[in-house]
Structure formats: C-alpha cells, structure tokens
T-cell receptor
Framework: SQQGEEDPQALSIQEGENATMNCSYK?????LQWYRQNSGRGLVHLIL?????REKHSGRLRVTLDTSKKSSSLLITASRAADTASYFC????????????FGEGTQLTVNP | AAGVIQSPRHLIKEKRETATLKCYPI?????VYWYQQGPGQDPQFLIS???????DKGSIPDRFSAQQFSDYHSELNMSSLELGDSALYFC???????????FGPGTRLLVL
C-alpha cells in the first residue's frame, strides 16, 4: 500500500493562477519532500520540510506540513505553462536517510 | 554541478533476457538508492547501499540483484526479465547525513 496519497490526481489551471496540491501519509516521518517530474523524465527535487517545521517557502513554492493530520500541501503561485508536470510528495521515515515513499502524484497542467 | 548519471538511458530486451543498469552517484555521495516507476505509477523503492553495503531493501524481486562498488557506482542486475519489468528505473544518491536524495534521469527499460 502507498504511504502517501495525493489529491487532486489531476489539476488544470490557467497561467497566472495558483495551484494547490495535497498529500497525505500514514506513518511518522522525519521529513517530507516534493518532487517534480516532466512527462516520464527525471525527478527534480523541489523542497524539503522537516517534521518540526510547519511552513517553508522557496521562490513561488510554499509548502505546509501538518503532522497531526499527517498531511502536506504544495502551493505554486503565479503558475506558468512551464510548471506543467507531475508533482509527487515523498516521505522519509523517522530514521533519516531511509527510503523515500512516494505518493501517487498530481498531474498539473497549466494552460497558456 | 555534477548530477547522478545513469546508463543506459534506454534499453530494450526480450523476455527472459538479462539487463544491467548502471548508476554513478554525485561525487562524494556515499549512499545510492534504486527505484522503479511503472507506467502511470509513483516510484517504488527497490534497494539502497551505504558505503558499499546494502542498507535497506524494498520490494525488489529475487530475480534482481544489486551492488555498490569501491568507486561508489552501483549496478542493478535484472535476470529472467518479464513484461512487467518494463518501467523507468531511477537511481538516487545522497551524501552522509544530508536529507535530500538527488535523482538521476532514469533508465527506461522496455521488455518485449
């Protein structure tokens, strides 16, 4: 069974709009990471948030983490067509440096 | 900056053949992870190595084996290939106690 579930599974928005993707997980974690994947290509690391952090920003990205609800959200502001990709959350369990367990991913389409 | 290198990038094999995938981690990274991503699925952890020793094992079939060599590169050996082995195989590397795993571009394996 998957550690993480993401919703929505697919999201289509217009350029300039904000995109919010959510991720839920089941076990205790050390950190949660978000990755981006363009059409079956490599996974690009976007941002990492530790279990003792609640919010983190990086450029147009904002990540929140609620360990009590075992959930995280990724907000992309002022989206661009180039943001079109699949976005995955991945959790690292309490033992740091262990395997990543990925959620099912959200396919984001940003229409020009 | 140097990235994780994987070779080959594409591989086509027949059923029951063998395949060897190679991964060259980022310099000074001592941990290597292998993941398998089936079509339309999220990446699944297979196996990892730290300082040339297996450190964790996931849902890796017995037909697969892997090792990490003295120069820290890793090879994933796959025997008796099945149609269901067709997937994108990612290698990721990490340095010491750092939390971020950096992914390579993947090897796309097609079994006919």
């Amino acid at each position: 069974s998957q550690q993480g579930e993401e919703d929505p599974q697919a999201l289509s928005i217009q350029e300039g709009e904000n995109a919010t993707m959510n991720c839920s997980y089941k076990t205790s974690i050390n950190n949660l990471q978000w990755y981006r994947q363009n059409s079956g290509r490599g996974l690009v690391h976007l941002i990492l948030i530790r279990s003792n952090e609640r919010e983190k920003h990086s450029g147009r990205l904002r990540v929140t983490l609620d360990t009590s609800k075992k959930s995280s959200s990724l907000l992309i502001t002022a989206s661009r067509a180039a943001d079109t990709a699949s976005y995955f959350c991945a959790t690292d369990r309490e033992t740091s440096g262990s395997r990543l367990t990925f959620g099912e991913g959200t396919q984001l389409t940003v229409n020009p | 900056a140097a990235g994780v290198i994987q070779s080959p990038r594409h591989l086509i094999k027949e059923k029951r053949e063998t395949a060897t995938l190679k991964c060259y981690p980022i310099p000074r990274h001592d941990t290597v992870y292998w993941y398998q991503q089936g079509p339309g699925q999220d990446p699944q952890f297979l196996i990892s190595f730290y300082e040339k020793m297996q450190s964790d094992k996931g849902s890796i079939p017995d037909r697969f084996s892997a090792q990490q060599f003295s120069d820290y590169h890793s090879e994933l050996n796959m025997s008796s290939l099945e149609l269901g082995d067709s997937a994108l195989y990612f290698c990721a590397s990490r340095r010491g106690l750092e939390e971020t795993q950096y992914f390579g571009p993947g090897t796309r394996l097609l079994v006919l």
